[in-house]
Structures are given as structure tokens and as C-alpha cells.
């Protein structure tokens, strides 16, 4: 066990599976398409290129029967999964036992109701996968217990990227086990935590975007109002320009900052926005101190962003390219994929707010057929549910089409709605599963495939089971 062990509690089972993985001829790395995903690879590839254990990695979208049917079908006879496999236990189990491979799991997801030996996950040892570890959180704990040649506590800054990319910072910053990894990245050197604006962008936006944006916490004359927020900043005296452009958050200095963000508080106590709301304002935000100033790549919530504009475009290749270091071209593809994802979470929202959502007694949905990517439609989700206008009060749930024959469903709540007995992950497989599809996630935040056509059963369903589960039946 290295000393120090970034979660004592997960330290035990955390060197079972790098004895594993060590024993290994050669690897399968199997990751999940999203930032948490992309991060995870990277953390686990690292480890395990540094300990000199051969390996390949493969991407998939939804861990599914064929998914793992295909992986079963090739030699490797050790298959890492990482940000998946727990809640898909039940289908990699037989495989295992029918001797086709062992897998070695580092997840964060509820598990499915199986076990196996080499299997690492926060849920297991009493630490909340959904706000507490990522699953580049998991393969960060898996990379310190396989230490290689360096101590590997480098590799903290990427799993602060995923955490961050999993939203686990909602309230205001990084908890528990997490904490844990911040704290190594720090004593590394390769991270920074810092109070700070929190919205986002502050890398790489110029100011009056960076204001008019931030729609997290609505200010009345300054959100979605592009004029508002250059008067805002003049009226401030700030000097908002060098030359002909306008400058970044970053480009100015603690005094200035200060003052803009005591501005946005003092501005929205004016508006009457709630305090709870301005709480949200001000933050913890993490830095990654080898990446130049001004880029995407130093702020963990724009990197996290980034990785998604590649791996949910099916290009996970790029994005971990970049994890992994690569600049030059990688960081250029990754660059052109973000402006098409950003233009297609932006025409999200908007079908969403002209749409509006379709109000049952427990939940509130819409179906986004063909005009939102199903790979993303979860974000648009999350992000129209903090969006105002919306009803925070119902979990909202969300369909596109993802194929001839099946429908994505993502559904996501609020911490409220969690504190008062919302599981959506339970909500997701079962309702998925009564209607002959799966599903699974977290309690905050789970998704579905169902089969085209059961989408007014599965409603139903779900209605149902978060009445229970809200005490409202
Ligand atoms: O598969 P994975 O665990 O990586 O994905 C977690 C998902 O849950 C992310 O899409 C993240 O945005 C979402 N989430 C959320 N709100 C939270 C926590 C997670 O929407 N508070
Ligand atoms: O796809 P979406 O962003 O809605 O996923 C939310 C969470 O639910 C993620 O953590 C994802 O891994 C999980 N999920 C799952 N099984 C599915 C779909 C999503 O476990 N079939
Ligand atoms: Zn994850």
C-alpha cells in the first residue's frame, strides 16, 4: 500500500486490483465517453504505461450486452473498465465466471446486484460516488496503489478535471474523498485551489461574455444581457479592454476581481435574487499550474468541457490525446469540436425553454426526438434544470432518439429532491427495466436506453416510483 493513501478506506482493494492488473500479460482499458470517462482513462493509461504494463484502450458509449460480448470476444484475459462496470455487473459477471476474462473495475456508479473480487468503488466502502469520488477519482486510487516508477500523485489534476466534470463541485467545491486528491495535486504541485467567480469561463472568455453567461445565478440587467454587463464593468471602472480587445477574467489582477465580483453580489442583493443563490456566486476553483494562463486546459471546469466536446462527438481519441499531454494538433481538434458542442448545447437550451417541459404529478419531461444529440442531451437536461424558468421542484427527464429501434432517457434532480428521498438511479433501471430496456447512475443524476414507443409507459413509471420514493403515493 503506498503511503499516504489518497482514501485509506478504499486502500486495501486498491492494491488487489493493481496486483492484478501487474500479474497481466497485457491490458484492455475500457472507458466511458465523457469528461469523468476520458479522465479516467488518462489517470489509468498513465499508471499504467509508468508501471510498464502493456496495454490498449477502447471507448464506449453505453456498457451494454454487445459492448461487453465484444470485449469478451478478444485475448485479453484482464479487462479494466473504469467509469463503468459496476452498474453492469450482472452482465459481465457470466463472462467472468465462464472464464473469458477478470475484470478489474475502478467505478462510482451503484452497482448492479453481483460481485466481483477486483472491484473498486466508493459505494462499496462507504463514500458517496455521486458527490464524493468520480470515477477518475476511482482510477486515481487505483494509479497510487499501482504507484510505477513516480508516486503518481501528478495524475491528481486530471481527476480533479473528472470530479469537476461530473459536477461533484455543485456545492461550491470538491468534498470528501475528493478533497483527499486535491490535496495531493497540491503537494505535487500541479494544482491550485482558489476562491474565485464562479462561473464559467474565466480562462478563456472575454468579460462582458463571461457575465452576460453566467446564467447559473440569474442578475437581473447582466445575464443574457450583453450591454448590461459592459455597463455593469464600466460603472465599476474597470478597465475592461487592452487595446482593441476586450480582456479575460484572467487578465485581471486580485484588486479588480475583487471588486467585479463584490459588484455582482452587491448588484444581485439589489435584485432581490434569493441568498441562497448568491451563495452560488463565489466558489472553490481548481487550477492546473503546468498549463499556460488563458487557455481551456487550466481551468478544471473548461477542461472538463472540452473533453466533453470530443468524446461525445465520437471523438475520444482527441480527448485523450490531451489528457495524455498532446498539444499541437490534439488540442486543435479538441478546440474546433468545442465550438460545434457549444453551439449545440446553446440551440439545446433554446428548444427546451420554447418547448418547456410536460408536467406530471411527480416529474416533468420532454422529448427531444432527432434535435438534440442523445450524447448531450443529458447536459441540456442538467443545464435547463438550473436554468430559470424551470420548476426545480420536479426531477426533469429527458428523451432523444438514439436509434431506429431506441430512445436515450436522461433524467436529473436536484440536491433537495435527493435529501428528500429522490433515487433516480433507481428510478432509471427500473423503469427502464419494465419496459424492456436498463439504466442506472446516480441518485442525482442516471439515465436509460428504452425501446422506441414506451415512452409513455416508462413516464408512467417513473411518475410512480419518485411518488414513493417522495413519500407522496
Ligand atoms: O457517467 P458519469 O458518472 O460520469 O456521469 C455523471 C453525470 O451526472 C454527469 O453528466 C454529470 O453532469 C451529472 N451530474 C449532475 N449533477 C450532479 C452530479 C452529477 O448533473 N450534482
Ligand atoms: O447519459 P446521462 O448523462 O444522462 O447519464 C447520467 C448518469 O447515468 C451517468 O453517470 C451515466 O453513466 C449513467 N447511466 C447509466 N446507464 C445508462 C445511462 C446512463 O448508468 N443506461
Ligand atoms: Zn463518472
Known sequence: MPASAPVPEMADRAAACAERLRAADEVLLNSHIDADGLTSAGVAASALERAGIPFEVNFEKQLDEEAVAAIAATDYDTVLFTDFGSGQLDIIAPYEEAGDFTPVIADHHQPADAETEYHLNPLLFGIDGGSELSGAGAAYVLARALEGDGDNRDLARLAVVGAVGDMQDTDGELQGANQGIVEDGVA??????????????????????????????????????????IDFLNDLDIEARAGDDWKRWVDLDAGERQKVASGLVQRAVRSGVPA??????????????????????????EFSTLLNATARYERADVGLAVCLGERDEALTAARELLRNHRRNLSEGLQFVKNEGTTKEEHVQWFHADDRIRETIVGIVAGMSLGASGIDRSKPIIAFANESAE????????????VRDGLDLSVVMREASQAVGGDGGGHVIAAGATIPRGTEDEFIAECDRLVGEQLGKE
Open 276 to 301: 441562497d443563490r448568491i451563495d452560488r456566486l463565489v466558489g472553490t476553483s481548481y487550477t492546473l499550474l503546468a498549463e499556460p494562463e488563458g487557455t481551456e486546459l487550466r481551468d478544471a471546469s
Open 188 to 229: 505535487a504541485g500541479v494544482l491550485e485551489e482558489g476562491t474565485d467567480l464562479a462561473v464559467y469561463g474565466k480562462q478563456t472568455r472575454e468579460l462582458p461574455k463571461l457575465l452576460e453567461y453566467a446564467s447559473d445565478v440569474v442578475i437581473p440587467g447582466i445575464t443574457n444581457n450583453r450591454n448590461g454587463a
Open 406 to 417: 431506441e430512445v436515450k432517457v436522461s433524467s436529473r434532480g436536484t440536491g433537495h429532491l
